[in-house]
Every structure is written in structure tokens, then in C-alpha cells.
């Protein structure tokens, strides 16, 4: 059976995989067209430097389109600064660019913040759909989020919540992704109503390396919708025509028909979605799940994407990295994890030890601290259930592009912390007397350089150790992904400082490192 290739319409490549090498992954299962977010390129590298991007990556054996982010996912004032009009509007005008979103802040749009209407109406009027990200949003929420102009949402974890979008007109994507594999049951509750809509389409939304090493892209979620009980051709138009149509593109890919471009799957059979081959524009790169074709090799360093960190020894005091002491009688507040990603706000009263909160006497509580690259300012806190077993680790994998610092021992924080820097970007867990492990991130501090092997080691092996630290949940990379993001209960650290997401209170603003001494 010869079938369009998959078209994956909500992609980050920046999950410690590249742009090229989560090409890598997605062809050899099928997926020949993906939409990139240009998040962290256009944040660490401004308008110019993520169309040198774009322009390095254009020569792939899959068809690459982008997502334009018209908003941050911080909150952070700096970071909302950056997202000019100019800037999202001179992005729009790009031919590569098939989208604009998405918009994790949606509450800003139902407030009728006019930087976020201007984004919405500028992406309306470059003739593109504005994409959404409405994760908890009522009914009536998202009743104005349509009515404002946005087009699509990809956050429904119920069959209730995907009713309620597809009612409201909008485009719904069921997600099968690592932090939230949703689709069997978003399927089997949606019923007869998969067969009759057509604003339906299959993402992974950003999976992890292993994830995608275990499961494939697309091919992956293709097999979940008929185990689930969708019909086979059902399923494929859900990953071909109704992405493309979604996205403005159905009369290049998404199709077999004159005109069309030649990304072609040749299958065993209409229900066997591991492709035998696969055909980009006209040419056999992959076979079996073997890439045939060489991928471009991109120097990432020559287009500026090598992070910039103050000297190690800026973050070497372990001063920095424990929390204050609470005044008499008073408590502190600690972001307690129930899950991956949500946390719940505890209180907690410790007593001193050398000055500051001693998180030994509340077991499974760690310190936390968020620092900018610069070594300019700290936001401290305190954390519970993660990893009680952690003496230190730091990481500039955050949604932030910050170092998010973690441990119970500031002298081992300090070490992973200076050892980051030292690498320019990446992982690094410690004790107080050595580095016990390090991953580089080369690229922007965010992404591993080379093959797409490479990032499934780094999660599998930071996986492996969380474990062994007393990790409970299933995905370590979006946990530390998410610390510093500011669209999830209940508190946060960002750049502004520890934030309570719902009520928008700052309950610890960020301390300037000049004023500590730091």
C-alpha cells in the first residue's frame, strides 16, 4: 500500500535532539513533514540568528515547516520584551512559516493583553492559523480564546475536554507523548465521533528521545488509535490530508494526487504503519527503518548557538544555593511534586543551620535555585518529593534558559552548578568532592550535538540515575523542562522569582548576586 507520508504538525526540536537529528528519528518511522517551535532558537539567538537557523536546516530529506512563538512561556518581563510586534511580524512573512503559537499564557488572552491580540491578529492576517495551548481552561475560557482568534489546541487530556474544543470549532490534536500519552483513552471516549470530525490530528507534542527510540513518531501513535479501536484509514487521515489541511498545506503534502509533493510511504498494509520505504520529494531515504541518506552537517558554534555563561567560579559558592532562614515563627514555602510536572505549595518550618534553612530536617526536601547564565541574580526555594536522595545537580534544561540548580548539599550544588558553566550548557550531577556524571548541551544549552543515538543515552542514563535518587515519576527531562515555566500549578521558579502560578504572587523575588557578595 502506497500512503502519504505522516505530517507531525506540533514538533519541538529541542527535546536534547536537534532540528537534524530529530529528522533522523521521524523519518526512518514515516513522519516526512514536521512543524518546528522556533522557541529557544529565537530566544537565544533573536530574529536574525533563527533564520540563519532555518536556512541551515532547509537542505533535509523531510519537508520542514515552523511554528513562530508570538509569546513566552516564562513570564518573565525580559523574556516578553524580546516579542516585539516587529519581530513576530517580520517571522510571519516567512515562507517556511506555517504557523503562529503557541500561546501557553492563554489566561493574558482572555484579559485582552494587547501584545498577545496583536500576535493573534497578525498571525490571522499572514493567512495562518494561531495555535493555542489552553491547558485547564473551562469551557467559557475557551469559548474567548476562539472567539479571539486562536484556531487550535493540543491539551485536552480528557474525552470531555476534546469534545468541548471540537464544539468550539477548533482544530483538536490528540497528543501521544511522553509526559502525557493520552490518545487511548481521548479515542476510546470520543466513540463515533473520530469517524465523523475532521479537525482532528494525531502529535507527539515534543516526545522524548527514548520515547521516540521506543515508539516512533507518528508510527507510534498510529498504532495506539488502532489498537484503540479506530479504523486504519481513519487513523492515517489523522496523521496526513487533516494535519496538512489544518496547516494551509494540503495541496503539497498530505496526499497522493498531480501536484502533490513525492513523500510517500510504501507499507505492508493499511494497518501496518512501520514503513518498508520511504519517499521525501521524489527520492528513497530511509528502508526498513534505515536512513539511506546522509543529513547536513550543521556547525552549530558558527551560528552562534554555543551559550554564553559567566566564569565558573561565579556560581562556585555554595552560599548561593540554600534557602534564607524563615523569621521566628514563620514557614517557608516548598514546591511539593504530585506528579511530573504539577507541583502543590507546602509549608514548611526548618531550623538554621550555618546561617540558612537546613532541608536535613524535613525529609525528601531539597533546595532549589535558579540562576541566570550571567551569574546577575538567584531566586531560592525550597522542593519536596523529586529526589530526596540527590546531592546535587544543575542543568541549563529548563524552559527558562537558566541554570535550574537542585540538591540537598549546597557545596555539591555549587560544584554541578560551576561544572555547567564550565561546559557552556548542560547537565551535571555532584557530590560536594567530585562530578559524578556530565552531559554537554552544546547547542544553546538545550541540545545535544550529533546523531539522535546520542540524546537517547543522555536521557536514559539521567533517567537512570533520578531513579536511583528516589525519582517517582516517568519523565526526569520535562520535570526539570518545566521548573522554571510559568502556565503550571502551583509554584514555579522564574526569572521574576518564585512564583504562585494562580494568584500571580511573588512570594521570593530574585536576590542580585552583587548585593550578596555572589
Given at each position: 500500500m502506497v500512503a502519504p507520508g505522516y505530517v507531525e504538525p506540533h514538533a519541538h526540536p529541542w527535546v536534547l535532539y536537534s532540528p537534524v537529528s530529530l529528522v533522523e528519528a521521524a523519518v526512518r518511522d514515516g513522519t516526512t513533514t514536521l512543524v518546528l517551535d522556533n522557541l529557544f532558537q529565537f530566544l537565544g539567538l533573536g530574529v536574525a540568528g533563527h533564520r540563519a537557523v532555518v536556512d541551515a536546516v532547509a537542505r533535509m530529506p523531510a519537508n520542514l515547516w515552523w511554528n513562530v512563538r508570538t509569546a513566552t512561556q516564562t513570564g518573565s518581563r525580559e523574556d516578553e520584551a524580546r516579542f516585539t510586534p516587529a519581530a513576530i511580524d517580520e517571522q510571519l512573512g516567512w515562507?517556511?512559516?506555517?504557523?503562529?503559537?503557541?500561546?501557553?499564557?492563554?489566561?493574558?488572552?482572555?484579559?485582552?493583553?494587547?501584545?498577545?491580540?496583536?500576535?493573534?491578529?497578525?498571525?490571522?492576517?499572514?493567512?495562518?492559523?494561531?495555535?493555542?495551548?489552553?491547558?485547564?481552561?473551562?469551557?467559557d475560557r475557551l469559548a474567548g480564546l476562539a472567539a479571539a482568534g486562536?484556531?487550535?489546541?493540543?491539551?485536552?487530556?480528557?474525552?470531555?475536554?476534546?469534545?468541548?474544543?471540537?464544539?468550539?470549532?477548533?482544530?483538536t490534536m490528540l497528543r501521544q507523548s511522553s509526559l502525557r500519552p493520552d490518545l487511548r483513552g481521548l479515542l476510546e471516549g470520543l466513540g463515533g465521533v473520530v469517524a465523523t470530525c475532521r479537525r482532528l490530528m494525531l502529535t507527539t507534542d515534543g516526545a522524548t528521545?527514548?520515547?521516540?527510540?521506543?515508539?516512533?513518531?507518528?508510527?507510534?501513535?498510529?498504532?495506539?488509535?488502532?489498537?484503540?479501536?479506530?479504523?486504519?484509514?481513519?487513523?492515517?487521515?489523522?496523521?496526513?490530508?487533516?494535519?496538512?489541511?489544518?496547516?494551509?498545506?494540503?495541496?503539497?503534502?498530505?496526499?497522493?494526487?498531480?501536484?502533490?509533493?513525492?513523500?510517500?510511504?510504501?507499507?505492508?498494509?493499511?494497518d501496518a504503519f512501520a514503513p518498508e520505504a520511504v519517499m521525501v520529494d521524489g527520492e528513497i531515504v530511509a528502508r526498513d527503518?534505515?536512513?539511506?541518506?546522509?543529513?547536513?552537517?550543521?556547525?552549530?558554534?558558527?551560528?552562534?548557538?554555543?551559550?554564553?555563561?559567566?566564569?565558573?567560579?561565579?556560581?562556585?559558592?555554595?552560599?548561593?544555593?540554600?534557602?534564607?532562614?524563615?523569621?521566628?515563627?514563620?514557614?517557608?514555602?516548598?514546591?511539593?511534586?504530585?506528579?511530573?510536572?504539577?507541583?502543590r505549595r507546602r509549608d514548611v518550618a526548618l531550623p538554621a543551620r550555618d546561617g540558612r534553612a537546613d532541608v536535613?530536617?524535613?525529609?525528601?526536601?531539597?533546595?532549589?535555585?535558579?540562576?541566570?547564565?550571567?551569574?546577575?541574580?538567584?531566586?531560592?526555594?525550597?522542593?519536596?518529593?523529586?529526589?530526596?536522595?540527590?546531592?546535587?545537580?544543575?542543568?541549563?534544561?529548563?524552559?527558562?534558559?537558566?541554570?535550574l540548580v537542585l540538591g540537598r548539599e549546597p557545596r555539591a550544588m555549587a560544584?554541578?552548578?560551576?561544572?555547567?558553566?564550565?561546559?557552556?550548557?548542560?547537565?551535571?550531577?555532584?557530590?560536594?568532592?567530585?562530578?559524578?556524571?556530565?552531559?554537554?548541551?552544546?547547542?544553546?544549552?538545550?541540545?545535544?550535538?550529533?546523531?539522535?543515538?546520542?540524546?537517547?543515552?543522555?536521557?536514559?542514563?539521567?533517567?537512570?540515575?533520578?531513579?536511583?535518587?528516589?525519582?517517582?515519576?516517568?519523565?526526569?527531562?520535562?520535570?526539570?523542562?518545566?521548573?522554571s515555566a510559568d502556565f503550571l500549578p502551583d509554584l514555579r521558579l522564574t526569572p521574576d522569582g518564585l512564583l504562585d502560578v494562580k494568584s500571580g504572587e511573588v512570594l521570593s523575588p530574585p536576590v542580585r548576586l552583587a548585593e550578596t557578595g555572589g
Open positions: 515562507p517556511e512559516v506555517a504557523l503562529g503559537g503557541e500561546i501557553t499564557g492563554w489566561s493574558g488572552v482572555t484579559r485582552g493583553e494587547p501584545r498577545l491580540l496583536h500576535a493573534i491578529a497578525a498571525t490571522r492576517a499572514s493567512r495562518r492559523r494561531a495555535e493555542g495551548h489552553a491547558a485547564g481552561a473551562s469551557f486562536i484556531g487550535s489546541d493540543h491539551e485536552a487530556i480528557t474525552a470531555t475536554e476534546a469534545r468541548a474544543r471540537i464544539g468550539l470549532g477548533l482544530w528521545p527514548a520515547f521516540y527510540a521506543r515508539h516512533g513518531v507518528l508510527g507510534g501513535a498510529l498504532r495506539v488509535s488502532v489498537d484503540a479501536g479506530v479504523d486504519p484509514m481513519r487513523a492515517l487521515q489523522m496523521a496526513t490530508v487533516d494535519p496538512a489541511t489544518f496547516l494551509g498545506l494540503d495541496e503539497e503534502v498530505g496526499g497522493i494526487a498531480p501536484g502533490r509533493r513525492a513523500s510517500l510511504l510504501l507499507l505492508r498494509d493499511r527503518g534505515r536512513l539511506l541518506t546522509g543529513l547536513p552537517r550543521v556547525d552549530w558554534d558558527a551560528l552562534g548557538c554555543r551559550a554564553a555563561f559567566a566564569a565558573p567560579g561565579r556560581f562556585a559558592d555554595p552560599a548561593l544555593y540554600a534557602a534564607p532562614v524563615a523569621p521566628a515563627g514563620a514557614t517557608l514555602p516548598a514546591m511539593a511534586y504530585e506528579s511530573t510536572v504539577i507541583t536535613a530536617a524535613e525529609p525528601g526536601l531539597l533546595h532549589a535555585a535558579l540562576l541566570d547564565r550571567r551569574g546577575a541574580w538567584v531566586v531560592r526555594g525550597l522542593v519536596a518529593g523529586l529526589r530526596p536522595g540527590l546531592d546535587g545537580l544543575a542543568t541549563s534544561f529548563t524552559t527558562s534558559m537558566r541554570l560544584r554541578a552548578a560551576a561544572r555547567v558553566a564550565e561546559l557552556r550548557g548542560g547537565i551535571a550531577i555532584a557530590t560536594a568532592d567530585d562530578v559524578t556524571w556530565e552531559a554537554p548541551l552544546p547547542v544553546l544549552g538545550m541540545i545535544a550535538d550529533g546523531p539522535f543515538a546520542g540524546a537517547v543515552a543522555i536521557e536514559e542514563e539521567l533517567g537512570r540515575r533520578a531513579h536511583a535518587a528516589g525519582y517517582r515519576f516517568h519523565d526526569i527531562l520535562y520535570t526539570l523542562l518545566f521548573a
